[in-house]
């Protein structure tokens, strides 16, 4: 069984701060989904990333994948209240599997 | 953009009721994965389908049953309801085969149904 281990958990920083979280495992995965979801509602797509190295930005937020494929990190630059929210990482195997498995969430709070 | 539909949203049921779930794809997605999240826990995947045939079965329970319709729709039907079901299940769709094109894996979730177990 694939298990991403997703940290830290819970982060509280003041607005205008960076922050990174991440997301590792001892297992390669054929990409990486990272998810933003809100209280009750459906995880919502950020970013794939499938290429070992590739980084990808998105506004103030910049995404790596480990040369490896084993790791990823979610980069948020001067955050804001707005980025609030439950930020989850998702790591398909690709290997003839087909569920995602999914870290255990970093629930982020801004500060204003 | 069109997203993946979920009905009901919300659905309460008592002990032993049976529930059906219903799943609407992303137009052209082919491959529908069916999650649960349980209260302050991450998502946990129950089945999957690719063509209407079964692609990967999960944490789902055998009181638990799926499939997928030849409109790519899919329907989860859970029997025997139990108060551990209650939680959000969520579905999900994918264009193509995961892992046979590179970055096609890529799953749109839906906004999920509450499920509430009395």
């Known amino acids: 069984t694939q298990l991403l281990e997703q940290s830290p958990q819970f982060l509280s920083i003041q607005e205008g701060e960076n922050l990174t979280v991440y997301c590792n495992s001892s297992s390669v995965f054929s990409s990486l989904q990272w998810y933003r979801q809100e209280p009750g509602e459906g995880p919502v797509l950020l970013v794939t990333?499938?290429?070992?190295?590739e980084v990808k930005k998105l506004k103030r937020l910049t995404f790596q994948f480990g040369d490896a494929r084993k790791d990823s990190s979610l980069h948020i630059t001067a955050a804001q209240p707005g980025d609030t929210g439950l930020y989850l990482c998702?790591?398909?195997?690709?290997?003839?599997?087909?569920?995602?498995?999914f870290g255990k969430g970093t629930k982020l709070s801004v500060i204003p | 953009a069109a997203g993946v539909i979920q009905s009901p949203r919300h659905l309460i049921k008592e002990k032993r009721e049976t529930a059906t779930l219903k799943c609407y794809p992303i137009?052209?997605?082919?491959?529908v994965y069916w999650y649960q999240q349980g209260p302050g826990q991450d998502p946990q995947f129950l089945i999957s389908f690719y063509e209407k045939m079964q692609s990967d079965k999960g944490s789902i329970p055998d009181r638990f049953s799926a499939q997928q319709f030849s409109d790519y729709h899919s329907e989860l039907n859970m029997s025997s309801l139990e108060l551990g079901d209650s939680a959000l299940y969520f579905c999900a769709s994918s264009l193509g085969l995961a892992g046979a094109v590179v970055g096609t894996d890529t799953q749109y979730f839906g906004p999920g149904t509450r499920l509430t177990v009395l």
């Open positions: 137009p052209r997605h082919d491959t």
């Open positions: 990333v499938v290429t070992g190295g």
């Open positions: 998702a790591g398909s195997s690709g290997a003839g599997s087909y569920q995602l498995t």
